[in-house]
């Protein structure tokens, strides 16, 4: 009990130096690029800044260098239904089509925007002799403009 009391102590000790010791450039980057934004909490994962952020009603993740330099913003979208219609055109094109959508997110980068969708196939029906098959995920990528990056499996170092 004592053991894991401490170690609780000693996680919380660190987190919170690591997202309270934000640089002063990296939070004034962040509010030149989001001057409306609030930041509800600073994650450092890898030597990057990410600010969980809330501007009116709209939640994202934007995520800077140890320099300030903006790398990417990611907002959840939680209606799949909502997506742009070039978009779900798009991915009623691809391969996966048919597999459940249980995450999407906008990811905006200095090079442009797109959608993430991350899809497994639990609505493929399994009988009595295939019990044990395991579920499959994929990540699909698709442009703002409706053009398929890639499709890969979620082990293959997915962002989402």
Not at 36 to 48: C, I, Q, S
Request: glycine fraction near 4%; include cysteine; hydrophobic fraction near 40%.
């Amino acid at each position: 009990m004592y053991f894991i009391a401490l170690t609780m102590f000693y996680t919380n000790h660190i987190l919170a130096q690591s997202t309270n010791d934000v640089p002063s450039i990296v939070s004034t980057a962040f509010a030149t690029k989001y001057p409306k934004a609030e930041v509800k909490k600073w994650n450092v994962v890898n030597h990057e800044y990410i600010a969980k952020a809330k501007e009116g009603r709209h939640k994202y993740n934007a995520t800077f260098d140890q320099k300030g330099n903006w790398i990417m913003t990611a907002t959840k979208i939680n209606w799949p239904w909502k997506l742009p219609a070039v978009v779900k055109a798009s991915f009623k094109k691809c391969k996966y089509k048919n597999w459940n959508m249980y995450s999407v997110k906008l990811i905006d980068k200095p090079t442009g925007q797109f959608y993430q969708i991350l899809v497994d196939d639990r609505n493929h029906p399994v009988d009595i002799f295939h019990q044990n098959l395991v579920t499959e995920n994929r990540l699909v990528e698709i442009k703002s403009n409706g053009e398929l990056v890639k499709e890969r499996g979620t082990d293959e170092n997915a962002a989402l």
